[in-house]
Each structure stands twice: as structure tokens, then as C-alpha cells.
């Protein structure tokens, strides 16, 4: 993604999407989950070019919303269960998510089977990653858990693993299959300009 307007449309769509998805605003009316680990993912991949503020920029609005959410509640943010010393982790845990979809990106040539397995590994490994740092600090760091061991640590690892690995995924299917429709598109409207200048 070249032009700078695509970059500004991008972004304004994983601001809003992160703003509507993690204030679990709208779970009132039906269970969306919490998309911010697939706005990392896809802003490495469309972003990367602009790495060097969009990823500050999402990180503080993540931080932003809960402290929102949070204090709206009426509860102190630094008291909050959520908020452990593991909570700072999620700047490693979502920067994984971006270096993955930065990765994608290096090695994207257009759609094909081949960038389609690309895709699964890097959204996997980046998810894995992602959840070992964001779950492992507060499973080991926070005073909500008493007596951590790696047995238990091993077990809450996977049993939310795949839950946040599904949420992830269902967020980047529909970013690849915008992506493929774009791409479609793009090739039919070049087709026609090429024909057209042919007459």
C-alpha cells in the first residue's frame, strides 16, 4: 500500500474498530470480541512504512480505552484487576502482533495458496507470542494469582489460547478477503484501461 490516502483510510478503520471492539461497547447488543491484537496484525501489514507513530499511536489508544472503561466504571485504573505490573507487558505482546503482519508484508507478492499459508504461520506464531507475553506477565506478575506454578501457568495458556487466536483470525479474514476483492478489482480496471487504449 503505496498511497498515503489508503494509509490514513486504513488506519481511521483500526482506530475505529479497536475503539468499538475494545470498549466492548457493542457486546451490549451482541458478542463481537475485542479486536486489538488483529489491529496490530494488519496495521504491520498495511502500516509498515509508518511503524514509527501508528504503532505508538494504537498502543496509546489501547491504553486510553481501558482507562476509560476502567474510571468510567467509577474503579481506580492502577486497582483494577486487569492492571498488574504484566499490564506494561502488552507493548512487547502487541508489537509481536505487528511484526507479524510486517513479516506478511515483506514476503507478499499478491494473493496465492502460497501467501495464504504464509498468513496462517505468521498469524499463529505472532498470536502465540503475543498471548505467552500478554498472558505469562499477568499470570506470573499479577497479586490476583495466587501461588502461579507452570502447571497452572501451562494450563490457562491454553485453555485461552485458542479463543483469542479464533477472535483474532475472524478479524483478519475479513481484512485478507477485503485485500483479495481490492486486488480483483484493481487488475479488472487496469484490464479495461489497457483494452481501452488498444482501440
Not at 13 to 36: E, I, K
Not at 96 to 106: N, S, T, V
Not at 130 to 141: D, E, I, N, R, T
Amino acid at each position: 500500500m503505496n498511497s498515503t490516502l489508503q494509509r490514513a483510510i486504513v488506519l481511521s478503520l483500526l482506530v475505529l474498530l479497536m475503539a468499538a471492539t475494545r470498549t466492548h461497547y457493542f457486546t451490549h447488543f451482541t458478542p463481537v470480541p475485542d479486536a486489538s491484537w488483529a489491529v496490530f496484525f494488519i496495521g504491520g501489514f498495511y502500516l509498515r512504512n509508518w511503524s514509527r507513530w501508528a504503532f505508538p499511536l494504537l498502543m496509546a489508544l489501547a491504553v486510553l480505552i481501558d482507562w476509560v472503561v476502567i474510571t468510567g466504571q467509577g474503579m481506580d485504573f492502577w486497582s483494577h484487576y486487569c492492571v498488574s505490573p504484566g499490564y506494561w507487558f502488552l507493548i512487547p505482546a502487541h508489537l509481536a502482533m505487528w511484526m507479524g503482519g510486517l513479516w506478511l508484508r515483506r514476503h507478499y507478492s499478491g494473493a496465492s495458496v502460497a501467501a495464504l499459508a504464509r498468513l496462517a504461520a505468521s498469524l499463529v506464531v505472532a498470536t502465540a507470542a503475543c498471548h505467552l507475553l500478554a498472558q505469562g506477565s499477568f499470570y506470573w506478575l499479577s497479586s490476583n494469582v495466587p501461588d502461579p506454578t507452570f502447571a497452572g501457568w501451562a494450563k490457562n495458556y491454553g485453555d485461552w489460547f485458542l479463543p483469542y487466536l479464533q477472535a483474532t483470525a475472524m478479524f483478519v479474514a475479513v481484512a485478507a478477503i477485503a485485500q483479495v476483492m481490492g486486488e480483483q478489482i484493481a487488475r479488472h480496471a487496469h484490464g479495461a484501461v489497457e483494452d481501452h487504449k488498444r482501440r
